[in-house]
């Protein structure tokens, strides 16, 4: 059987973290004039008000590894071509409305929801804004922990 590709997606630590790194920057400086501010406020010593800050740096420093590690072994995988892959007609496709912002649907026994507002590199195109799953349809998925990499239909 033969597939178009409609759909592939970057995988690379790069994306990862370029991605938490600005949050991390945004929310880091953020999170980092509301606690001098609130120190200020608070006539806090420079001595506490930096030992929150060192937590506020670790546990951003945490999420960046986490993420990098994460990044890093989509990118093995994809590689070594041993990322999980599902075919077959999709079915039980329910589109984003009344409430529900995402769409849904299952491939054989293997199920997936696809939001917008997704903060990874797989695919999130719902259907209402011009997305390619629809009910029936015969694809070949490539995926990990939910988030598809490559839609291919069949011809």
Same mark, same amino acid.
């Given at each position: 059987?033969?597939?178009?590709?409609? $759909? %592939? =997606?970057?995988?690379?630590?790069?994306?990862?973290?370029? $991605?938490?790194?600005?949050?991390?920057?945004?929310?880091? /400086? =953020?999170?980092?004039?509301?606690?001098?501010?609130?120190?200020?406020? *608070?006539?806090?010593?420079?001595?506490? +008000?930096?030992?929150?800050? =060192?937590? /506020?740096?670790?546990?951003?420093?945490?999420?960046?590894?986490?993420?990098?590690?994460?990044?890093?072994? /989509?990118?093995?995988?994809?590689? /070594? #071509? +041993?990322? @999980?892959?599902?075919?077959? @007609?999709?079915? &039980? $496709?329910? *589109?984003? =409305?009344?409430?529900?912002? $995402?769409?849904? !649907?299952?491939?054989?026994?293997?199920?997936?929801?696809?939001? %917008?507002?997704?903060?990874?590199? #797989?695919?999130?195109?719902?259907?209402?804004?011009?997305?390619?799953?629809? %009910?029936? &349809?015969?694809?070949?998925?490539?995926?990990?922990?939910?988030?598809? !990499?490559?839609? %291919?239909?069949? *011809?």
């Amino acid at each position: 059987m033969n597939f178009k590709v409609l $759909f %592939e =997606g970057v995988i690379s630590n790069a994306e990862s973290l370029r $991605f938490i790194l600005t949050w991390s920057i945004v929310v880091g /400086l =953020g999170g980092f004039a509301i606690l001098f501010l609130h120190a200020h406020q *608070q006539k806090w010593s420079l001595k506490k +008000t930096g030992w929150i800050a =060192g937590t /506020l740096n670790a546990i951003i420093a945490v999420v960046i590894l986490f993420a990098w590690r994460d990044g890093r072994r /989509l990118q093995e995988l994809k590689e /070594l #071509g +041993t990322l @999980p892959t599902v075919e077959g @007609p999709v079915s &039980q $496709f329910r *589109q984003a =409305g009344n409430g529900q912002k $995402f769409d849904s !649907f299952c491939v054989i026994d293997t199920c997936f929801q696809i939001s %917008e507002f997704d903060s990874n590199n #797989g695919y999130k195109v719902l259907a209402s804004k011009g997305g390619v799953i629809h %009910e029936g &349809q015969y694809v070949r998925l490539t995926y990990d922990k939910g988030v598809i !990499f490559k839609i %291919e239909e069949a *011809q």
